[in-house]
């Protein structure tokens, strides 16, 4: 049985109502992005943010009718389109997927299918102590933190910008 020293960090996702699991290597690096990008105060400061581990909804690859924004002009990140449909930042529920172990996304998880953004992973609440008690036998470091998973998931990201 090969243990794992990789780093998760999990909690409640208040859009889903259930658990979601990330990677915490880059959770810091994509939460510091949904940040910046909420708090840049015009079209230009948005296009600015350097994103690394997430695509830019404002920046130069999307062609949406944003692109007719001056860079003076006031920026609201609720209003960005990849924001407003639902599809940036990406769902965080998706995350269980690439980092739980299948036998145990098998066992706790459900696989959820949406209409627009694909597959996600459900995680009952109450599954929370046996499935962190499961990883960290297995050698995975597990922290819980609420506000980063649902800044992550998006969840309330108009109030970041005030």
Same mark, same amino acid.
């Given at each position: 049985?090969?243990?794992?020293?990789?780093?998760?960090?999990?909690?409640?996702?208040?859009?889903?109502?259930?658990?979601?699991?990330?990677?915490?290597?880059?959770?810091?690096?994509?939460?510091?992005?949904?940040?910046?990008?909420?708090?840049?105060?015009?079209?230009?400061?948005?296009?600015?943010?350097?994103?690394?581990?997430?695509?830019?909804?404002?920046?130069?690859?999307?062609?949406?009718?944003?692109?007719?924004?001056?860079?003076?002009?006031?920026?609201?990140? +609720? @209003?960005?389109? =990849?924001?407003?449909? !639902?599809?940036?930042?990406?769902?965080?529920?998706?995350?269980? #997927?690439?980092? $739980?172990?299948?036998?145990?996304?098998?066992?706790?998880?459900?696989?959820?299918?949406?209409?627009?953004?694909?597959?996600?992973?459900?995680?009952?609440?109450?599954?929370? +102590? @046996?499935?962190? =008690?499961?990883?960290? !036998?297995?050698?995975?470091?597990?922290?819980?933190?609420?506000? #980063?998973?649902? $800044?992550?998931?998006?969840?309330?990201?108009?109030?970041?910008?005030?």
């Amino acid at each position: 049985m090969t243990t794992h020293h990789q780093h998760l960090v999990y909690g409640h996702a208040t859009n889903h109502d259930c658990l979601a699991f990330i990677d915490a290597a880059t959770a810091a690096g994509e939460a510091a992005e949904i940040r910046a990008l909420a708090t840049a105060r015009t079209w230009g400061d948005a296009r600015q943010v350097q994103m690394t581990h997430l695509s830019h909804p404002a920046g130069p690859d999307c062609y949406e009718p944003e692109d007719g924004y001056g860079d003076d002009e006031p920026f609201h990140i +609720t @209003e960005v389109g =990849a924001v407003v449909e !639902g599809y940036w930042p990406p769902m965080v529920t998706t995350r269980a #997927l690439d980092v $739980l172990p299948q036998d145990l996304r098998d066992r706790y998880g459900k696989l959820v299918l949406t209409v627009h953004t694909g597959e996600y992973l459900e995680v009952p609440l109450d599954c929370e +102590t @046996e499935l962190v =008690a499961e990883l960290r !036998g297995r050698g995975y470091e597990v922290t819980r933190n609420d506000e #980063l998973i649902n $800044l992550l998931d998006g969840f309330s990201l108009g109030s970041l910008a005030s």
